[in-house]
């Protein structure tokens, strides 16, 4: 179909690129000739890379004068789900020269009771990805003095940054997904609900100030289990607001708008007419 429309989506371009550069007649000037114009590259995200665009950049850059710096967080490269690929990761990792490897080893976004929390957490495995020595966990420092940082306190005691809520005791009847999945969401909304009243109360502070909603995010892996926690958070009266890649298409609001439009396209038609006004 789309050699009778003669176009080509953005997958195609860059397999034929990888073909192109793969050939072994073509490919080398094909190389030289995408190094002359861009001498230096630089990939951010690189844990995103797939191993078609990391066959690209090899053919082009290795063993050359060219200059291809890759930035990437391998411990993202495990998400598969959101479009990473870990093998092309590890693939780019041992191409690079030890000499030429630089580590971000200071974290600026998070405070240092979760930090140390984290390193404790995932420090002591050897191999806590799974996937062998190319991925590991590099204890992190926290960017600023420690005193810049804001603490999370209920009742004067400081909370640990870290905590863990179990559901099923041993020896109990297993739950099924659906039901377990419903619980976490109301356990959830239930222990927001007492921190914004403590807050409210000035029990529960993060530095001197009051624990407010935008100080809260919950995060979910699929829209159903939004739905759980936004219906969860209904029940206790809070209101929140969802972050999603949902396409806008699939949304209640479109899905009215598409009503209202029929029913201008075809005013005589009362079914079309009654839907949307109803």
């Not at 003669?6 to 034929?16: C, E, K, P, T």
């Not at 041992?94 to 976004?109: G, Q, S, T, V």
């Not at 600023?144 to 005691?157: H, P, R, S």
């Amino acid at each position: 179909k789309k050699e009778e429309l003669q176009v080509l989506s953005y997958d195609d371009l860059l397999l034929r690129l990888r073909n192109a550069l793969l050939d072994t007649e073509r490919g080398s000037r094909l190389a030289s000739k995408l190094r002359q114009k861009y001498p230096i590259a630089l990939v951010d995200e690189f844990q995103d890379t797939d191993p078609n665009q990391y066959d690209i950049f090899r053919t082009i850059y290795k063993d050359s004068d060219g200059v291809l710096f890759m930035i990437g967080d391998p411990k993202q490269s495990i998400y598969g789900f959101r479009g990473a690929d870990v093998y092309s990761y590890i693939k780019a990792r041992r191409d690079a020269p030890e000499k030429n490897r630089y580590k971000l080893n200071r974290n600026f976004r998070s405070t240092p009771q979760l930090l140390r929390g984290l390193n404790a957490f995932w420090g002591g495995h050897d191999d806590p990805f799974a996937v062998g020595e190319d991925i590991e966990y590099k204890e992190v420092t926290w960017g600023k003095n420690e005193d810049d940082y804001k603490k999370l306190t209920e009742f004067g005691k400081e909370r640990p940054p870290i905590r863990f809520r179990r559901f099923s005791k041993p020896g109990q009847d297993s739950k099924n997904k659906e039901d377990a999945r419903k619980e976490v969401a109301e356990d959830t909304a239930k222990e927001i609900s007492r921190l914004l009243e403590g807050g409210g109360n000035g029990d529960i502070l993060i530095g001197e100030n009051q624990v407010k909603a935008k100080d809260i995010a919950v995060l979910v892996r699929t829209h159903k289990q939004a739905d759980l926690m936004s219906n969860a958070l209904q029940e206790y009266e809070i209101k929140s607001v969802r972050h999603s890649d949902q396409s806008v298409f699939e949304s209640d609001e479109a899905a009215h708008l598409e009503q209202l439009l029929q029913a201008v396209a075809e005013p005589g038609n009362e079914i079309l007419i009654k839907t949307a006004l109803s």
